[in-house]
């Protein structure tokens, strides 16, 4: 419990102990003298309420006249005017206790939040000339050598070039279980290192690390308000003086008809205390809040609430393949040289050769596939990193979803997709039938070389994001760069609705576009992708969703969702959450507003009295505020329930 919250506890504590004594004075008629029980009933009214009367005054020098404070004022002021001194002070006592409950409510929904918070490194073990500095991890450069000792935190993004051991990945992938790194492999900052000590090499300043992208998504999500919570904003502000003159007249009319003012003006202050829009104007923002709070628990940052409130109403997912729904970790499977290249060279001669060439085309490239090519060549000792710095390659060109096309030796190089052999005019006929897998064809000098078969596997939790899906009502479709037949051997073995190969980055986007232009009942397209050209579609979709784990910077910068794991299934928990945090805010829209609408009309005909107006004020609040916190707790989708 914070300080600001002892002290509200402490204060309603002290002016439940006066209301109490004024009650028990005046009712036993201990003290004759009218003067005193008011005096009485006055302390304790400035005690439980002094700061809902500053707060008023306040507000209203600021030009924001009609809230729940000055409400809170007439009504209780009122009723002392018209000697309802127990029911004044009881009024003021119970919307305090409803505002204490209320913030320790929106802080603990908070928690989730303020625990992503602490992965924000506080320092960064730099090594410079064999000395150790600790320094800001903002002043840490590219490529400089970090030293990571046990139970730090890693402070920015870096490869492991010396030492071992295990992280502490929860906080950034909601992954719970330890995971082993070694040299070579990659670290996320915001991860804590639990045994040995490493030496690493930083590969991104601070600004640009996974643990500051983190950190500013989370801190925008709450600027970016759903459609629910735009119209209770706009339903306040013209509600609240709405009611007031309600008040007014419902105290003034009958009145001077009836010559009965104690009557009306009790009524119109319970009226007054009944029209306060805490309860909406509170729980909704609370929902969304708890939601995606709820989901950055589970590794699911959630930029906005307009996007957790779209996933909700979402009828159709579309994903990219490659790193998306296979693992994206490709190896060679298979070397084919063409009948021509062959000539005057053994099998294994020709198969060396072509594999040599792709590697030496695809040198320059951070392509998955053409890492898989560099690490083949690598392995049969035909390929050294230092080749490249010798390399006289020039005219090196990269065609996005073509391939490359570079000058080795003075001699034209083609190295990419069928397509790419295609717009050259290079016949590529002399295939076998193709088989699962993908496909770089290579072209020497305008004559069509031969073909490597990569091969990639679906994650392992692809299958059951899909099953899940379609048991939601989901529509599911493929799109993807790659070849055809692998395209739809992958989409047979996951029995997705729809798939589109051989796609263009452009050509994604148009599809999207497409599928969009045929939703109807107000459905939302979700995408999903990793990669750098996923990036145009994950910014057209309705809902973009990013792989955070291995993803592009440009994918998670276009993306409205990220998921900090590279796990398909992360998608289910997040409509999940959506799902139940959508519902919890038509919950309470309808109960807030159904209570005060049925108490209201109860207020106008003298049936319901000023504790039922509290009840109606701060009661209905107080459970919807418990109500909305549900949304920060929903049970994590695994396979096992698949």
């Known amino acids: 419990m914070s300080r600001k919250q002892k002290k509200r506890l402490g204060r309603i504590c002290c002016g439940a102990l006066l209301f109490i004594l004024a009650v028990v004075v005046s009712g036993l008629e201990l003290v004759t003298d009218r003067n005193v029980q008011v005096i009485l009933y006055l302390i304790a009214y400035f005690v439980t309420g002094g700061d809902v009367i500053k707060k008023a005054v306040r507000n209203i020098r600021n030009g924001q006249v009609f809230d729940e404070n000055l409400l809170m004022v007439i009504a209780s002021l009122g009723a002392f005017l018209i000697s309802e001194m127990s029911e004044a002070v009881g009024v003021m006592l119970f919307y305090q206790i409803g505002e204490f409950f209320q913030d320790y409510a929106v802080n603990n929904s908070r928690k989730s939040i303020a625990a992503l918070m602490d992965i924000r490194p506080d320092k960064a073990n730099v090594k410079r000339e064999g000395v150790i500095s600790e320094v800001s991890p903002a002043e840490v450069r590219v490529n400089e050598i970090i030293v990571i000792r046990p139970g730090e935190r890693i402070p920015l993004d870096c490869i492991v070039t010396g030492g071992s051991s295990r992280l502490d990945t929860v906080a950034m992938t909601g992954e719970a279980v330890p995971r082993s790194v070694r040299e070579g492999d990659p670290l996320i900052s915001g991860c804590v290192n639990l045994s040995g000590v490493l030496e690493a090499r930083v590969t991104s300043e601070f600004s640009e690390s996974a643990v500051s992208r983190i950190l500013e998504l989370t801190e925008n999500a709450s600027s970016r308000k759903a459609a629910s919570e735009n119209f209770i904003t706009k339903f306040a502000r013209y509600y609240t003086p709405a009611v007031v003159v309600t008040a007014l007249l419902l105290a003034v009319i009958p009145s001077l008809i009836t010559g009965q003012p104690r009557v009306y003006v009790y009524r119109a202050l319970s009226f007054l205390v009944i029209s306060c829009p805490c309860a909406l104007v509170i729980s909704v923002p609370l929902s969304f809040f708890g939601g995606i709070g709820g989901a950055s628990s589970k590794g699911i940052l959630i930029k906005g609430s307009n996007y957790l409130e779209a996933l909700a109403k ?159 009502n989901m529509k599911t479709v493929m799109l993807t760069g790659d070849h055809k037949k692998t395209a739809d051997i992958v989409a047979e073995k996951l029995s997705i609705d729809e798939v589109y190969s051989e796609l263009l980055p452009q050509d994604k986007v148009e599809l999207a576009e497409r599928l969009i232009s045929q939703e109807r009942d107000g459905g939302k397209l979700v995408f999903m992708g990793d990669g750098i050209n996923d990036a145009p579609v994950l910014a057209r979709a309705d809902i973009g969703v990013a792989m955070g784990g291995a993803g592009s910077d440009a994918a998670i910068e276009a993306a409205d969702i990220v998921l900090m794991t590279d796990e398909p299934l992360k998608l289910i928990t997040a409509c999940n959450i959506s799902r139940k945090t959508l519902r919890i805010v038509k919950e309470n829209i309808i109960f807030a507003i159904g209570v005060k609408v049925i108490t209201l009309i109860l207020a106008a005909l003298g049936a319901a009295t000023m504790w039922a107006a509290v009840f109606a004020d701060v009661g209905v609040a107080f459970i919807a505020i418990i109500n909305a916190l549900r949304a920060s707790s929903v049970k994590e989708i695994n396979m096992t329930a698949h």
Do not use: W
């Open 314 to 472: 979402a009828d159709t997912v579309v994903f990219d393949k490659t790193g998306t729904l296979t693992r994206g970790v490709f190896k060679v499977s298979d070397i084919r040289p063409s009948a021509s290249f062959s000539e005057n060279r053994s099998a294994k001669e020709a198969e060396d050769e072509l594999l040599l060439l792709a590697a030496q085309a695809e040198c320059f490239s951070s392509h998955p596939i053409a890492s898989s090519i560099l690490e083949e060549a690598k392995a049969r000792g035909l390929y050294e990193d230092s080749f490249r710095d010798q390399s006289d390659s020039s005219g090196y060109e990269e065609l996005a979803g073509f391939g490359i096309s570079v000058r080795l030796s003075g001699k034209r190089v083609l190295c990419g997709s069928r397509r790419l052999m295609r717009e050259n005019g290079i016949a590529a006929d002399d295939l076998q039938e193709v088989k699962e897998g993908s496909h770089v064809f290579i072209a020497l000098d305008d004559k069509f070389a031969g073909h490597i078969i990569i091969s990639d596997e679906l994650k392992a939790d692809a299958g059951a994001c899909i099953t899940a899906l379609k048991k939601m």
